[in-house]
């Protein structure tokens, strides 16, 4: 596989807080990508996307922001909910026909 | 729309034995599926990459004999672990791609414990 991920990131916010994922993609050539998230046992499920013709996206509670200077992505989700808690990954993808490269996760954890 | 199921959930086998998953796409037809193997904490892995009646590409370091891909249709594609080892045991999640680019769309994932 070409994404291994050694550790995985914890963040914890507050119910009702706003919560900010980060990720660091690797190839500058990358033009599109997807965050998405898993929950225990389950398969990741498509959040959001964004392509490299944008710098922002909003969808429903959450919004991507898009770096290509510094090669960062980020996820806001706003007013974080006990079922938010899950792993977040994003996804970069070099272009047309190629597969995505998963970055190592972040995991969310909702404190009551 | 754009549903993918996977089967088994989850299966337990004794080691020697093989066992095989299917990926299907239910509402639109694939033309790339992909396998991936995740463990515990850990990221997905992607093992191998299949289009429809053709062979699958594996990544570097997968044993193409040892996990065997047939992807018959659009729709279906299959993922035979041989000889199953404890080591095998993991979370294997498969995804398709409805198109040459954009978006992959995951299965709920199967679960392979080989004693």
């Known amino acids: 596989g070409e994404s291994v991920g050694l550790h995985l990131p914890t963040l914890s916010v507050q119910e009702g807080d706003n919560s900010i994922i980060n990720c660091a993609y690797s190839?500058?050539?990358?033009?599109?990508f997807i965050w998405y998230k898993q929950e225990s046992g389950k398969g990741p499920q498509f959040i959001i996307d964004?392509?490299?013709?944008?710098d922002k996206r909003q969808g429903q509670r959450v919004t991507v922001l898009l770096n290509k200077t510094v090669k960062h992505l980020s996820l806001q989700i706003a007013a974080t909910q006990p079922g938010d808690s899950a792993v977040y990954f994003c996804?970069?993808?070099?272009?047309?026909?190629?597969?995505?490269?998963f970055g190592p996760g972040t995991r969310l954890s909702v404190l009551p | 729309g754009a549903v993918v199921s996977q089967h088994p959930s989850w299966v337990i086998c004794k080691s020697g034995t093989s066992v095989k998953i299917e990926c299907r796409s239910l509402?639109?037809?694939?033309?790339?599926m992909f396998w991936y193997r995740q463990f515990p904490k850990q990221s997905l892995m992607l093992m191998a990459t299949?289009?429809?009646?053709?062979?699958?590409?594996?990544e570097q370091g997968v044993e193409k004999d040892k996990f065997l891909i047939n992807h018959a249709s659009l729709t279906l594609s299959t993922l035979t672990v041989t000889s199953a080892h404890p080591e095998d045991s993991s979370f294997y999640i498969c995804?398709?791609?409805?198109?040459?680019?954009?978006?992959?769309?995951f299965g709920p994932g199967t679960r392979l414990l080989v004693l």
């Open positions: 190839n500058s050539a990358s033009d599109y």
């Open positions: 299949s289009n429809e009646g053709s062979k699958a590409t594996y």
């Open positions: 995804s398709a791609r409805p198109q040459t680019y954009g978006s992959q769309y």
């Open positions: 996804a970069e993808n070099k272009g047309y026909g190629q597969n995505f490269v």
């Open positions: 509402d639109f037809q694939a033309t790339t």
């Open positions: 964004i392509r490299s013709n944008m």
